[in-house]
Nanobody, 123 residues
Framework: QVQLVESGGGLVQAGGSLRLSCTTYGLTFRNYAMGWFRQAPGKAREFVAVISLGGSTLYADSVKDRFTISRDNGKRTVYLQIDRAAPEDTGVYLC?????????????????WGQGTQVTVSS
């Protein structure tokens, strides 16, 4: 049974930092591109960042230069470092796994999803 378990969410002040983690179970982690998405109340889910099998990265324009995605294949974990957090970053952050050779911003490409972790940025 495949599971993706996010952690590290919480309340942070604007300008602060947070690190999210997503640990996977039941899949061969090194064979998956890993993405982060987020969903704010009343809004559609949106792409945040993705990291490929080989470590290439892609970011949404809204988070570029503030967020950093990374992966540790030995720990089967993908991370999202959030720096200079802004109130518009508030939402539920979900990680997802894509069994493909590329790395996509399209959520339809992802086979497995976690339950999400809440991030709230206060102004």
């Amino acid at each position: 049974q495949v599971q993706l378990v996010e952690s590290g969410g919480g309340l942070v002040q604007a300008g602060g930092s947070l690190r999210l983690s997503c640990t996977t179970y039941g899949l061969t982690f090194r064979n998956y591109a890993m993405g982060w998405f987020r969903q704010a109340p009343g809004k559609a889910r949106e792409f945040v960042a993705v990291i490929s099998l080989g470590g290439s990265t892609l970011y949404a324009d809204s988070v570029k230069d503030r967020f950093t995605i990374s992966r540790d294949n030995g720990k089967r974990t993908v991370y999202l470092q959030i720096d200079r957090a802004a109130p518009e970053d508030t939402g539920v952050y979900l990680c997802a796994a894509d069994n493909g050779q590329g790395y996509s911003a399209y959520d339809g490409e992802y086979e497995f999803w976690g339950q999400g972790t809440q991030v709230t940025v206060s102004s």
